[in-house]
């Protein structure tokens, strides 16, 4: 007799990987056999990731159209089952699977659009948690700035982008075919700020010396060497605006081993 | 435009106290979050989905306003109770932050297994009836009422295949499950219903064999009929209005465990709210029909 674990192993290779063979040795089969039966668990199983990636891809899918969305979304979901029941984690490799993807090659700021629409997810989900308050950074004002390692809100993501994304993005969303007929396909890079505030998720364009600095301190690099590294003339002054904003949680000193939530970060 | 006045409604003062009453109670979706806030509907309770209110953001902050006017129970997708691996420690942790933030008045899981080997089916998936599987599930639940500090009610599966190495009849299965660790069954009407007509069972039977002091929640949703090959199979899709057929089966539930807290489930072709007040109805009145029988009958 099959174990639990034997039985549950074949039915994800049936269900996941459509390799019915195993499971079908232990399914009773009538009327209908055991093969249609176990299809009914893989038509689910691709229909509800499908539906989750629809949720987190909405652009990426009116760019390319339905039927070639749900196509490439079952090459991914066959290729990367999810690890996790907490479903909004689920299609951070999307785009990455996109930029492979044989048959969207004609469409080469596709993935790009997808990771903008990764970290707007991923604000949008970020978990609630209070921005440093003035008593810390008063006491952040002791601290010497080579140990100095702030902690970025989780909701922050700095995708750097080698096409224009954002108007992409942003015409596509807003149906709005004139706006995307006028995007110059040739410009780019671009170094994007994606934050979940107040007013829900915002898509910021950053200068790169900007981006390089945010991402330097998102990075967990020291305050000194995120100044060191990325010298513009006004770095107090975009370190005031990120603490103004919210942008940073808590800090800690380069001897301690907390670790910072870096994960968000592409 | 103006607001509506609002009327004091039951579940204000339900809401004080978060237990779910015995009343019929809706499956709130996220289109219908700005209704339930704005409107302030005559409904009983809600139930929403454990894993569509984690991490944080808008989600979290309808909740947090649904919750302060009505009860809420919580129904989980994830846990996975029946994986012959450990549960997902993280996933439980997470389980764990929801529960403190809502405290719901009900808790409540599947007697099915979506994990293994560290990949999530996304889907509901069905046990092998056997005393491995028993005992693999009994451990889980008693682990999970360990870490929430709770009754968690479990509920029956619909299927559509059945393996051959079972030995345990699913209602004897359930019943065990809940006799070993004391948790409660969520006696979900409509997948007896489907999953009777998928394997040849005896609804009634299926109803009669569960221990009526157990008995913590009913479920109610539509399905739909799939014909493959000229047989028929019951898809458990929660698309439709609830079937005659299923609303029978209700009746004889409401016969043998009296009220219990009844939930309307709409999760895919989500309707107008109205409809699921209307379906809530139906449910309550036939709640109300069946109290006036039982009385009637002792009364005889």
């Known amino acids: ?266 | 435009m103006a607001r509506p006045s609002i009327p004091p409604w039951p579940a204000a003062q339900q809401a004080e106290r978060g237990s779910i009453p015995a009343h019929a109670g809706i499956g709130l979706r996220f289109p219908h979050h700005r209704i339930v806030t704005e409107t302030r509907p005559d409904i009983a309770w809600f139930e929403v989905h454990t894993e569509n209110y984690m991490g944080g953001g808008m989600p979290l902050r309808y909740l947090d306003a649904i919750r302060h006017d009505y009860p809420i129970s919580l129904h989980g997708v994830g846990l996975s109770l029946g994986s012959a691996e450990a549960i997902e420690g993280p996933h439980l942790s997470r389980v764990r932050d929801v529960v403190t933030r809502v405290e719901p008045g009900l808790i409540s899981e599947h007697l099915s297994w979506s994990v293994v080997g560290g990949a999530y089916l996304a889907d509901l998936l069905p046990l092998p009836m056997t005393e491995e599987a028993l005992d693999v599930v009994c451990r889980h639940v008693d682990q999970v009422q360990d870490v929430l500090g709770r009754r968690l009610l479990v509920e029956n599966p619909s299927s559509y295949l059945q393996f051959k190495h079972s030995t345990i009849p699913e209602w004897e299965f359930v019943s065990a499950v809940a006799g070993r660790t004391g948790c409660g069954i969520l006696c979900d009407v409509n997948n007896i219903y489907v999953s009777a007509c998928n394997h040849g069972w005896d609804a009634s039977a299926y109803l009669a064999a569960l221990p009526k002091d157990a008995i913590g929640e009913i479920h109610l949703a539509g399905h739909t009929v799939k014909e493959i090959g000229g047989c028929t199979l019951r898809i458990d899709d929660h698309g439709s209005r609830v079937g005659p057929e299923v609303w029978a089966l209700y009746r004889e539930a409401l016969a043998r465990f009296g009220p219990v807290p009844t939930l309307i489930e709409w999760d895919t072709n989500i309707p107008a709210f109205e409809v699921l007040l209307d379906e809530a109805s139906q449910a309550e009145r036939t709640m109300t029909y069946m109290q006036g029988e039982h009385a009637d009958a002792h009364a005889a």
């Not at chain 1, 969305?69 to 690890?83: E, K, L, M, T």
Request: glycine letters at 6%; one cysteine or more.
């Open chain 1, 1 to 266: 007799m099959p174990t639990l674990l034997d039985t549950q192993r074949a039915m994800f290779r049936a269900v996941a990987l459509r390799e019915q063979d195993e499971a079908t040795k232990q399914i009773r089969g009538d009327a209908l056999s055991a093969a249609e039966r176990l299809d009914v668990y893989r038509n689910t199983f691709v229909s509800s990731l499908t539906a989750a990636l629809r949720i987190s891809y909405p652009a990426v899918r009116r760019l390319v159209g339905e039927q070639f969305f749900d196509g490439a979304a079952q090459c991914f979901i066959d290729g990367y089952p999810p690890q996790s029941a907490y479903l909004n984690s689920y299609g951070a490799g999307f785009p990455d699977f996109l930029r492979k993807f044989p048959p969207a090659a004609s469409l080469p700021y596709l993935a790009d659009v997808g990771r903008l629409e990764w970290a707007v997810n991923v604000a949008l989900h970020a978990e609630d948690l209070n921005s440093l308050d003035a008593d810390t950074l008063a006491s952040i004002a002791k601290v010497p700035l080579d140990r100095l390692i702030l902690m970025p809100h989780p909701s922050i993501g700095l995708p750097r982008l080698d096409h224009p994304a954002e108007a992409i993005w942003r015409a596509v969303l807003a149906e709005d075919d004139s706006a995307l007929s006028t995007i110059d396909l040739s410009t780019g890079p671009e170094w994007l700020l994606v934050e979940r505030t107040a007013n829900g998720v915002e898509v910021s364009p950053l200068t790169e010396v900007e981006w390089r600095f945010a991402a330097s301190l998102c990075a967990g690099e020291t305050l000194a060497n995120s100044i060191a590294a990325n010298a513009g003339d006004n770095v107090f002054f975009l370190l005031a605006q990120h603490l103004a904003a919210g942008r940073f949680i808590g800090f800690r000193l380069t001897e301690d081993r907390l670790s910072a939530p870096l994960e968000n970060f592409s």
